[in-house]
């Protein structure tokens, strides 16, 4: 049996912000010395102190501290990013991980965030679609680019 961790980490709005994030990341250390398999962290903008607002930024804070575990992100909000970005900051991630990485995508499910990206009247699943076929692209393909 393989064991696998995902956390959406919510932090009571009265703890030190930076304490709670450490004790996020000593879970998934713990995790991987207890050898688990993989570890997923979740994401929001708008929870601010009370969650990962970027779980691609919390998981390179794991590159050096782990070491046989997987980390993916459970997951990164396509909608609400510009594609060359996100392909560009999870590419660096992949890199720093050597191997270790699951890249989970979504349209996003918090009607706060998509307020504040203007997403409120969007086809969120058609702007997701549109968000991956450009991060391929920039993936595969060389510059210039005309997408």
């Known amino acids: 049996m393989r064991l696998g961790y995902f956390t959406m980490p919510l932090h ?8 709670t994030l450490r004790e996020d990341r000593e879970a ?3 995790a991987d010395e207890l050898g688990f398999a993989e ?7 708008t929870d601010l102190a009370e969650t990962v607002t970027d779980s691609a930024v ?4 794991l590159a050096h501290l782990t070491t046989r575990i997987t980390l993916g992100t459970g997951t990164v909000n396509l909608p609400n990013g510009h594609p060359a970005a996100i392909a560009a900051k999870i590419a660096m991630l992949d ?7 699951v890249f ?3 349209p ?5 965030d998509w307020e504040v990206f203007g997403n409120l009247d969007v086809d969120r699943r058609e702007k997701f679609r549109e968000c991956i076929d450009h991060v391929l692209a920039i ?4 510059a210039p680019y005309r997408l």
Request: hydrophobic share 40%.
């Open 12 to 19: 009571p709005p009265a703890r030190d912000y930076s304490e």
């Open 28 to 30: 998934i250390v713990l």
């Open 39 to 45: 570890a997923f962290v979740g994401e929001h903008v």
């Open 58 to 61: 919390f998981l390179a804070s």
């Open 95 to 101: 890199h720093l991980l050597e191997g270790r990485f």
């Open 104 to 106: 989970g995508i979504s």
């Open 108 to 112: 996003g499910g918090l009607p706060s």
């Open 139 to 142: 993936w595969s393909g060389k």
